[in-house]
């Protein structure tokens, strides 16, 4: 954030040489400054703003670093598994400049450069007999020719790019050019990288995201934006799918067609002698108005959140009705589970979620991420069903987001994945890890 203020409102004079002093007054500064939704202390809605745009600058940061690249290998990649694919790897190739694997490797590179070098490092230290090797079957050169075009900015064109969003504000509350491009490009050839975690969030499948909507915005890639994401939202729709299907004491059926083929059911079912789970995924991020919470009602979240309890809502009635289509009830509690492909992190707030719509059978919202972390602890659990129970919401007051009791542990399948990618690019994520 500082850095991302320093570059949009700094002055052209700037000190030959900055101190770590100089440094740690400005992050005084920035602790200490008043954020203007404070200025109206009687207002839920100021401070929703303020805790809005706070939890989105700093929540996606707590995250671990290598789950978010693995899924986007599986949304961004050719693996049959998951579907067919978001985005045409020829398409990609193009644009990019690199394989989606590679543009991964190029990313963790200069990820592993920023820790190992205090966030900055010149271009000539990437020395072409070493790192052509570990960059292979690319050479260095084209690797920071991608680096160069997705990841890294001139400290010019990052002002610019700050400038040209700013609003009436002082401009420390507006839009951040780093969380684009996270790496300046000094005119001496000099890569710095304030937050090497910012350099992992544009490898994510939301960084990717925007990548391709560029692309396709630009006319480099053909088709429309609403093309786009709708085929990401059916190969993360499916990506739900093969992770489900892991649980080795559950029946997981896909989406039900019924009336006559007209109307279709949730996502998935999860049918355990204890309890039935409606599943929906959800690929639709929350924009910018629900991150910076000017949304006073989160209009896009609760948008999005309506659309997957309508479903779950239809689903239960089905079943309730004794649909031959649907499993049957046989007396068994019904739970819903809304799995979104990026975090609301703004709805568990009070005044937040007691606006959201909620479903007719007890109703759960877990991002990919949580979603993730909680199933390896269902996966060979005789009792699964059971253990879904306790950890799904058992009431229809709100939408619940926890996942309590169940114990957090790394997904298998992103485990697997994170082995073959790092086993066939040996050097730099061992290096780093």
Not at 265 to 293: F, H, M, N, Q, W
Request: aromatic share 8%; net charge negative.
């Amino acid at each position: 954030m500082l850095a991302g203020i320093c570059v949009t409102v700094g002055k052209s004079q700037r000190k030959a040489r900055v101190t770590d002093r100089i440094v740690e007054e400005l992050i005084n500064d920035l602790f200490n400054m008043r954020d203007p939704s404070l200025d109206e202390p009687d207002s839920d809605e100021a401070l929703q703003r303020m805790l809005s745009r706070m939890t989105y600058l700093q929540m996606p940061f707590q995250n671990e670093p290598w789950p978010p690249l693995m899924r986007t290998l599986c949304l961004y990649g050719d693996d049959p598994r998951f579907g067919p694919l978001a985005v045409d790897q020829a398409d990609w190739q193009k644009v990019v400049g690199a394989s989606v694997q590679q543009f991964l490797q190029v990313g963790f590179l200069m990820y592993a450069a920023a820790i190992f070098n205090d966030g900055a490092i010149h271009r000539d230290v990437f020395d072409p007999p070493r790192f052509d090797q570990i960059v292979h079957p690319m050479s260095i050169s084209q690797a920071l020719a991608v680096a160069d075009r997705w990841l890294a900015r001139s400290v010019n064109q990052l002002a610019a790019a700050g400038r040209a969003k700013a609003s009436e504000n002082d401009g420390h509350w507006d839009y951040n050019p780093f969380f684009e491009h996270p790496i300046a490009l000094l005119d001496d050839g000099t890569y710095v990288m304030p937050s090497p975690m910012g350099i992992l969030q544009r490898l994510s499948p939301q960084g990717v995201f925007f990548i391709i909507v560029e692309a396709i915005n630009s006319g480099l890639i053909s088709g429309t934006v609403r093309d786009f994401s709708d085929a990401l939202g059916k190969r993360f729709e499916r990506y739900i799918g093969v992770q489900l299907k892991q649980l080795n004491h559950a029946t997981v059926h896909d989406e039900i067609a019924y009336d006559k083929g007209q109307k279709l059911s949730v996502d998935y079912i999860i049918e355990t002698p204890e309890a039935i789970v409606l599943v929906e995924a959800k690929s639709r991020p929350p924009d910018e108005k629900v991150r910076s919470g000017v949304d006073l009602d989160a209009g896009k979240m609760g948008e999005v959140l309506s659309k997957a309890c309508e479903q779950i809502d239809r689903s239960a009635q089905e079943i309730e009705q004794g649909n031959p289509k649907f499993p049957d009830q046989n007396g068994r509690p019904l739970r819903g589970l809304i799995i979104t492909r990026e975090q609301f992190y703004n709805l568990p707030m009070a005044f937040i979620g007691n606006t959201m719509p909620t479903a007719s059978i007890p109703t759960s919202v877990w991002s990919s991420q949580l979603f993730e972390h909680a199933i390896p602890a269902l996966i060979d659990d005789p009792d699964c069903g059971q253990r879904l129970l306790e950890a799904l919401a058992s009431d229809t007051d709100r939408l619940y987001t926890t996942t309590d009791p169940l114990p957090l542990r790394h997904d298998p399948l992103l485990k697997d994945l994170w082995e073959q990618w790092r086993i066939g690019w040996p050097q730099a994520p061992r290096a780093a890890a």
